[in-house]
């Protein structure tokens, strides 16, 4: 982060009380999302650095920025001409922030619209920040990686079924990811691009230790046991279906 405070300071872009200031233009406050997009695609780009500098300094922007469109310049190098990005860092990146006790809304949101619903790279993201390694999670139980785990599951709406179905399962030991495994399920439903298997998700919702009263937990449970794959493919199921008591 400091690297990044650095490397604006050094294009004359500051922090202020306000916000952010640039010196050609010192009475106008900037908001961390236009410095990110004036800035972001150039730390990326900046031919004093070598790529993994590149890659460093942009995370830190991020950390620094907290803004959503620092990712999308990182997905962009990564997919564009010059890329692909070392995967190593590129990834090393997504999960330390993702275990990170600390607002992660960015990265979430980073996976789940541009990396997770694009078929091109959702298989490998979500083996990236999740499949690899959720057996190892699950058995050492620490705190960075539950962290993670949870907030992956989450957003993995749009990750097809295939891919994920195995991470579900074995995410389903730990009662502490029922949670996050039930918004993963509910997502995988009423996301755009969600997928699920309505026969495997429901005996999977069978087993999360859920309150009774969970919201939606009931009408979700209606419409996988009628075969429905997809809020989008059938409009008017989730609305047919009887009305549990916080529905």
Known sequence: MEDARRWLAERDV????EGWVDAEEPDRPLTANEVAHSWAGEVLTDECLDVAERVRLAFGLLDLLDDYWVTCEIRLADRGSQGPLPAKLLWDGYRRRLEAD???????????????EDRNTSATAFAEVLGNDIDHIVAEESDGPLRR???VLACSGPVPWPVKQQAYDTALRLPVLHGPLFEGLLASYHDLYGDLEPTAALALLG???LP???PHLAKLRSVL????????GSPHAWDDTARGPTD
Do not use: C, M, P
């Open 149 to 151: 785990a949870g907030r």
């Open 102 to 116: 600390r607002d992660a809304e960015a990265v979430i949101y980073s996976l789940w619209v541009d990396w997770f």
């Open 225 to 232: 046991a009628t075969g429905h794959k997809n809020h989008y």
């Open 207 to 209: 087993r999360l230790r």
């Open 14 to 17: 500051v922090e202020a009380r």
């Open 212 to 214: 009774a009263d969970t």
